[in-house]
């Protein structure tokens, strides 16, 4: 899929690789649709790219996820990619994992980007095209004592992405896993729960950018392959898996 023209929706993009990915495909002529809760910050990218639209959406609301595609089609007529990226961490070890810190992360992880591709494949499969890219994360590769909660709900979309893969290549659907490692964001700032695991900030790790994070999502739009592990070098601190 070639971004020019392509009406792009990209949920998490208020920070970190969302507002990156975002920044990357309109300048490479999508017309970006950004998702995320704080409307704010949307408001403000949005000035920047010309032609997009922020639509404040809280992504563990399935009202919410149907209102931001259907304004998406009735704005644009069409939604040719889907970027899954809004995430949250729960960085606890087994032990400590709260099951309403694991509901919340499941809801905006999993359930959310579910909701997502619901709520697009009718119209992807009536244009005959489409992408989807669900933004995973590396820590689903390997063993990382510590990320247990977080990294249960990336394995779920990580299935659900290869099975979705699967059903949709007649339609002309393409549905993409992006596996980032650790990524200079806000994101290790608003865990839901827990700390750096692993390694994280003591120097072992260097994080990627979010901007490299992005550039191997266009990429993986272009290219339609089904995987792309961002692996990092751990300096043999995990089990690779
Ligand atoms: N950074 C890393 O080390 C790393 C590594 C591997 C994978 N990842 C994955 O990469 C993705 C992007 O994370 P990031 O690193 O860019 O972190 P980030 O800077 O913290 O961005 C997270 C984004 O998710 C949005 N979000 C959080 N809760 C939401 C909700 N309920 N509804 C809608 N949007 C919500 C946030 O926006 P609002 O707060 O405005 O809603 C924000 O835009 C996540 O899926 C994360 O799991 C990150």
Avoid: C
């Amino acid at each position: 899929m070639e971004l020019d023209g392509a009406v792009v929706i990209v949920t998490g993009a208020s920070s970190g690789i969302g507002a990156a990915t975002a920044r990357l495909a309109a300048a490479q002529g999508a017309v970006v649709v950004l998702a995320a809760r704080r409307a704010d910050r949307l408001t403000a990218l949005a000035a920047q790219l010309p032609g997009s639209l922020a639509l404040p959406t809280d992504m563990r609301d399935p009202d919410a996820i149907a209102r931001l595609v259907q304004t998406t089609l009735e704005r644009h007529g069409r939604v040719d990619v889907l970027i899954n990226n809004a995430g949250q961490g729960l960085h606890v070890p087994v032990e400590q994992i709260d099951l309403e810190d694991l509901r919340a992360v499941t809801e905006l992880n999993f359930y959310g980007p579910l909701l997502a591709m619901q709520a697009v494949i009718p119209a992807m499969r009536r244009q005959g095209r489409g992408v989807i890219v669900n933004v995973s994360s590396a820590t689903t590769r390997m063993v990382l004592p510590g990320v247990g909660g977080y990294s249960a709900t990336k394995a779920a979309l990580n299935m659900l992405s290869d099975v979705a893969r699967a059903e949709l290549a007649a339609d002309g659907i393409v549905v993409s896993v992006v596996y980032p490692s650790v990524t200079a964001t806000e994101f290790h700032q608003s865990l839901r729960a827990g700390g750096r695991a692993g390694g994280f900030g003591d120097g072992r790790i260097e994080p990627q950018s979010a901007e490299s994070v992005a550039e191997a999502i266009v990429a993986i739009i272009r290219s339609g392959d089904p995987e792309v592990v961002l692996a990092p070098s751990w300096g043999g601190a995990v089990t690779q898996r």
